[in-house]
């Protein structure tokens, strides 16, 4: 079946351009123009993905992805004009799980996509990784920190989880943008910067010790100090 996406955006020419687009790559695509339509869309026939335009009339993207987080929803991708720290830590607050800054190319946007749908690949059975007081099972796609369960976005998900497996292993930003993105690493891109300390906050939110330390001018590592 061709995975189904859903995309919100006003910009009549820029979703023209993205629904032909995607329909020749092969995706099923739905398309909405403003935030109330693209909610309800989304609710009455759940697509695999969303690609969510930030600034939307009747309804921001932000409130879109976060009434969609309520209730469960697939993975988020959100656009956005704004390329500044705190405007990307906003989106990934409400629970979108990666953010592309227009103008962007439409290779990339693919490329996002396509790391965004394998999200849900099936992990072995019983499998749980451990580490300090964190623990994470890919089947049940939980998480925990001294026994607190973790909200974690899917690609917060998909980021402990890579740092899980690779504990006390320097990964630098090229080798996790690859492994979980899913694509090249792009110079000018701190996408994972972004995630890493939203992670962070939701890992150290009682106060508890940092686990996933910086490595200056390489990358991160997972563990205790």
């Known amino acids: 079946m061709k995975p189904r996406v859903l995309v919100v955006e006003d910009d009549a020419k820029v979703l023209s351009a993205l ?10 695509v739905e398309a909405a123009e403003d935030g ?9 026939r759940p ?4 690609v969510l335009d930030v600034m939307l009339p009747g309804m921001s993207g932000l409130e879109v992805c976060d009434r969609l987080r309520r209730t469960g929803s697939p993975p988020i991708l959100l656009l956005t004009a704004r390329d500044s720290i705190a405007d990307r830590v906003a989106g990934l607050d409400r629970g ?13 946007l693919l490329a996002r996509l396509r790391a965004l749908l394998r999200r849900g690949r099936p992990a072995p059975d019983g499998e749980q ?12 796609h939980e998480a925990w920190r001294a026994g607190r369960p973790l909200t ?11 740092f899980l497996r690779h504990p006390r ?12 993105w899913g694509y090249d690493y792009l110079g000018g891109s701190n996408v994972i910067d972004v995630h890493v300390r939203a992670l962070r906050d939701k890992l150290e939110e009682d106060g508890q010790p940092r ?6 001018g390489v990358g991160y590592v997972l563990r205790e100090t």
Not at 152 to 162: G, H, K, V, Y
Request: aromatic fraction near 10%; charge should be negative.
């Open 19 to 28: 629904a032909r687009g995607l329909t020749l790559e092969g995706y099923d």
């Open 36 to 44: 109330p339509s693209g909610l309800a869309l989304a609710q009455t």
């Open 47 to 50: 697509p695999d993905v969303v």
């Open 96 to 108: 979108a799980d990666d953010y592309l800054v227009k103008p962007f190319a439409f290779d990339e």
């Open 129 to 140: 990784l451990r580490y300090s007081d964190l623990s994470l099972s890919p089947p049940t």
């Open 152 to 162: 974690l976005t899917a690609r917060e998900f998909d980021l402990l989880e890579f």
């Open 169 to 180: 292993q320097v990964l630098s930003r090229g080798r996790i943008l690859e492994q979980v």
């Open 211 to 216: 686990l996933i330390q910086t490595v200056r």
